[in-house]
């Protein structure tokens, strides 16, 4: 396939991307900063006529090359980017701070959609220049954060929350495994209960939630109306009287929410049994995942509630 051509310019208007490309090479020199060898193959790639949205990074880079990149894309006003991933690289902290930096330029419509500190050793540091950068005088544009296998715990949480409380663009928030102890979801809960708060998922897996935890979160979502779906798989929470009242008045008030993962947690079939009898007016609820460990005829009542608004399905005549 012939290369895809650049739209022309008006004329007199820069291109953006020879802007970044001609500002970067004379910032590389200026602070004698080595090539990061996955910009070098995403900018071949464009010349190529591929239409890179997502810049990817996968093995590490000097950091100070990182941030000149990121203070050269927002130097350009290069835009033209949808999203950021880092996965197991990057100096943690440091490169939070780069692309806090860079989102924090980008005004209008285009730029940067989808954040990514994967497996990072992003702390309570990180996640405050993240909460500043996403609260209500920051961005207004990233709506999907994923922050897993970063051990920031509680106070990473903490910190995420005095901007994200206040955030009405976010729609998945991803803190799968960061060591969030029970106290966290008091700060989780803050996130929710903004009026505005637009998450539509929510995952929370492999965390210490715990029984004190999950009802924070879950008495904040019984409101949210842009809640869609809910993972807090492996939460080390038990099917106590609490957890299970919370969890049959979340089914009967939200009626947005479909999707529950609460598999992973220590749920008897007695517990499991109350679920089922939460879910027989709620004709919203699609999918609830809970221990494999409880009796298959558990399971088998849970499927057959679902989305029956409160009538059992009948099974297929032989």
Known sequence: MAPKKKPPKAEGEPDPLDEFVRKYGKNQKEFDTPKIARVQEILQKIDEGEDMKSWNFDADFDSMAFQVLCHTLRQ????DIEAIRLWKCGDGDKAVRSV?????GQTGEQGVKDVQFMDNGVTELGCEFLGRTLGPNGNK?????RLDFNQFGT???I???EGLSQ???LRQLSLNYCNIGEDGGEYIAQILMFHRNAIEKLELMGNYLRERGVIDVFNACKRKTALSEINV???KFTDTPEVIKVLRELFANNTTLATYDLSGNHISDEG????????VSASHVEKVKITERVAEKTHNAIKDYLGSGGKKKKGKKK
Do not use: I, Q
């Open 76 to 79: 350009s006003g290069y835009n």
């Open 100 to 104: 806090c930096y860079y989102l924090e």
């Open 141 to 145: 544009m990233v709506n999907l954060l």
């Open 155 to 157: 106070p990473g949480v």
């Open 159 to 161: 910190k995420l929350s």
């Open 167 to 169: 955030n009405c663009t």
């Open 233 to 235: 798989f492996d939460n």
């Open 272 to 279: 499991a049994g109350k679920l089922v009898h939460g879910l």
